[in-house]
């Protein structure tokens, strides 16, 4: 018998693959919350927004050829030639995950019109995707199914996340009168024609014009512009939007940013998510465009009900508002921290930004770089989950839509943004008060803002000087730093400073470089089991939520909904800072999630998790003679959670009277169990009174399947 001993080159090669594996460790060992297998929670994560079509041209044999492309990218309203296997290639060449990223938001990945529309002389083509045509196939300008399914498998190669844009509000541009505009709003489904916008038999579209803006009703149900706005209380339609969803989610994304959320009918937006988030739940957000200081309580019980998140736009009007134009202050940023904290129930899961394809580039042409260089490093050291438009590492600029989406101008890995991204995101997974933290206001004044993030013991302290002129002197500063010295996390590369803590908090007196940002930073392991993040947010008995946090321990404990424990099978894994639970069986409602370890610990509650009462079908509620006086509207309650359990304080409403139905009728669109015997009332309330309807309850059993809609008659 020989006895082979291995060869040195054989020795040589299988140390260079434990040290690749070695090299591989971070990533490949990391925490289960920050792995790209985590689809439910986005906190650790830093999203790219890209415009598929402007950022690389990886397969020219996919242009669109004639009227539709330019191949400069000198007229942009046409399509340029990017596509996913230019997405693939810079995932490939690490210029993503070379800044940090780890997550990318990509344009609606559908198939949408070919037709070009000339708009005052300018031809349009649909490179941005929201013109589609077949939500079940692909935009053949972006690639193929293969193509789609290899740019996955790449960027999860590289721990990167893919999200789709998707916008089931509408088809594409088209005129109630003339059935030759464009392509006529035509809807596919895999090929088949389903209908058109002039030709609607089956009423897949609503037919009542533009919308002016006025009211959320308005918006929902009319016209986004010219827009073929589908119907979705129309259970074809219902059916086909569900189906083409799971296309997508069995290619397997990991996140959906929904178009035009404020346009569709809530209770089918939450009838949506509650599909998705039992089939394969990931994270979601809304485009709710809010101006600068707008506030808007509907957008906030969207994100805090739908089982969505949502485009934090409060925050990036304000971001833009301080640092960019000047016309609001610190302290308003401060302000801003205060009452989106308030008014958004998981604030950590909203998303931010300082500018995206809609608003003009954050960069203006002239100014100081500077200025966006802090905008980003608030945004990725504050709450909630970040998003960076592509290009604002390279500082392009543009005033606006489509300037403001012209084609990648260098991908420079050596500019100051690059390296302030590349310093600033790995802390969303290095340190957990950045991903999950509260935020404490530390040091203000109109120019400085110095604020702590803070998980457990685990800090991170940022101070910025938005004075681009004059250094800031800082004395009196508390934190929550063990006492030592703390260098910047940032090098110095925004010009920030170190710091020294003494034992108590007190930081040493220190000159804040003029547009200075320093970082500094602890962490410590977390010993007293705590729930950082629970995802998704919505859920019925048998779905499965995620639980992200630390000291869970490695024996498996209980997990409990409100005072409902899960134990056992139910636990479908448990780790340090990871768990997997089945909802279930139990009362529907709204309930904190806890853990409790091995040894009877018990975490924190985690608030507002809604059990819905099963699967779930969109009914429109309808009520004909509903008069009412100055000041009053109609609301609806009912016997069940999603009719929310008969309250008369806080029923569903106030109901819509314009457009659909008219007053004296009111009507809204809810989410409710499948198949249920719903019992419900009307309800007229003002300021001051409170009116139910008198008789006997209506009744109405809930479809199995499909969508739904109730008409009756006011009883007095
Ligand atoms: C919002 C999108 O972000 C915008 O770019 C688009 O034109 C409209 N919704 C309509 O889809
Ligand atoms: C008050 C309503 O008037 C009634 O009709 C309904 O049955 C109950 N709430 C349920 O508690
Ligand atoms: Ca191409
Ligand atoms: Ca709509």
């Not at 608003?359 to 050291?381: C, D, N, Y």
Request: charged share 15%; with cysteine; net charge neutral.
């Amino acid at each position: 018998m020989i006895v082979s001993r291995p060869s040195p080159r054989a020795t040589r090669l299988a140390r260079a693959a434990f040290l690749a594996v070695l090299a591989l460790a971070p990533a490949a060992f990391a925490t289960p919350d920050t792995s790209v297998a985590n689809k439910q929670g986005f906190d650790t994560d830093v999203i790219y927004q890209i415009v598929t079509d402007r950022f690389v041209d990886g397969n020219a044999a996919n242009n669109p050829t004639g009227g539709a492309f330019s191949s400069d990218c000198s007229q942009r309203k046409l399509y340029c030639g990017g596509d996913w296997q230019g997405i693939t290639n810079k995932i490939n060449d690490g210029y993503l995950t070379g800044m940090g990223i780890t997550a990318i938001w990509i344009s609606q990945p559908v198939e949408n019109i070919t037709a070009l529309i000339n708009y005052s002389g300018v031809i349009n083509a649909a490179y941005h995707g929201y013109w589609a045509r077949d939500f079940k196939h692909t935009n053949p300008a972006f690639g193929s199914f293969t193509d789609f399914s290899n740019l996955i498998a790449a960027a999860h190669a590289k721990n990167i996340k893919v999200v789709i844009d998707f916008a089931p509000n509408h088809t594409s541009p088209a005129s109630q009168t003339d059935a030759t505009f464009a392509e006529n709003g035509k809807l596919y489904d895999n090929g088949t024609l389903l209908s058109s916008y002039t030709s609607d038999g089956a009423g897949y579209f609503h037919h009542y014009g533009g919308t002016d803006f006025s009211t959320l009703e308005n918006g929902i149900y009319k016209n986004l512009f010219d827009l073929a706005d589908l119907d979705q209380n129309n259970g074809n339609l219902d059916t086909y939007m569900k189906a083409a969803v799971k296309t997508w989610l069995d290619l397997g994304i990991d996140g959906i940013r929904f178009d035009a959320v404020k346009h569709m009918p809530f209770g089918w937006q939450k009838n949506l998510m509650s599909y998705i988030h039992g089939y394969k739940p990931v994270f979601s957000f809304g485009e709710w465009f809010l101006s600068p200081d707008e506030v808007d309580p509907a957008n906030q019980y969207h994100a805090n009900t739908s089982g969505m998140s949502l485009l934090d736009f409060e925050f990036a009007q304000k971001v833009r508002q301080v640092f960019q134009a000047g016309t609001s202050d610190m302290t308003s940023l401060d302000a801003m921290i205060t009452a989106t904290g308030t008014q958004y129930a998981q604030v950590n899961d909203q998303v931010t930004f300082i500018d995206n394809h809609d608003m003009a580039r954050f960069q203006v042409a002239g100014a100081s770089g500077r200025k966006l260089e802090q905008a980003v490093a608030f945004t990725l050291t504050s709450r909630g989950v970040p998003a960076i438009y592509y290009g604002t590492e390279q500082y392009m600029t543009g005033t606006g839509d489509p300037d403001n989406r012209a084609k990648m101008t260098s991908f420079s890995t050596t500019t100051t943004a690059y390296k302030a991204i590349k310093a600033l995101a790995p802390l969303r997974k290095s340190n957990p008060a950045i991903a999950y933290g509260t935020t404490q206001q530390r040091w203000l004044n109109s120019n400085v803002y110095i604020y702590e993030r803070k998980l457990g013991s685990n800090v991170a302290v940022v101070a910025i000087n938005r004075d681009l002129s004059n250094a800031a002197t800082i004395t009196g500063l508390f934190t929550s730093l063990p006492a030592g010295t703390y260098t910047d996390v940032l090098a110095g590369l925004l010009n920030g400073n170190s710091v020294t803590i003494a034992s108590g908090g007190g930081a040493s007196a220190f000159s804040l470089a003029a547009g200075g940002v320093a970082v500094w930073q602890y962490t410590t392991p977390i010993t007293t089991p705590t729930v950082a993040h629970v995802g998704p947010m919505l859920g019925k008995p048998g779905n499965t939520i995620t639980i992200d946090g630390r000291a869970f321990g490695a024996t498996k404990g209980t997990v409990y909904v409100g005072a409902t424990p899960i134990t056992g099978t139910a636990i479908t894994s448990w780790e340090d800072t990871e768990i997997k639970a089945v909802v279930p069986s139990m009362t529907a409602g709204t309930y904190a999630v806890s853990v409790k370890n091995a040894s009877s610990v018990s975490s924190n509650a985690y608030a507002n998790y809604q059990v819905l009462d099963g699967g779930q079908v969109t009914v429109r509620f309808v009520v004909n003679n509903a008069s009412t006086v100055p000041g009053e509207s109609v609301y609806l309650t009912g016997s069940d959670f999603e009719l929310q359990n008969w309250s008369a304080s806080t029923p569903l409403g106030p109901l819509f009277n314009q457009v659909v139905y008219q007053y004296p009728s009111w009507y809204t669109d809810v989410s409710v169990p499948a198949g249920a015997a719903l019992q419900f009332k009307f309800i007229k309330k003002s300021a001051s009174s409170t009116t139910w309807e008198g008789g006997s309850n209506h009744t109405y059993t809930a479809p199995a399947s499909g969508t739904g809609t109730v008409v009756v008659n006011w009883q007095p």
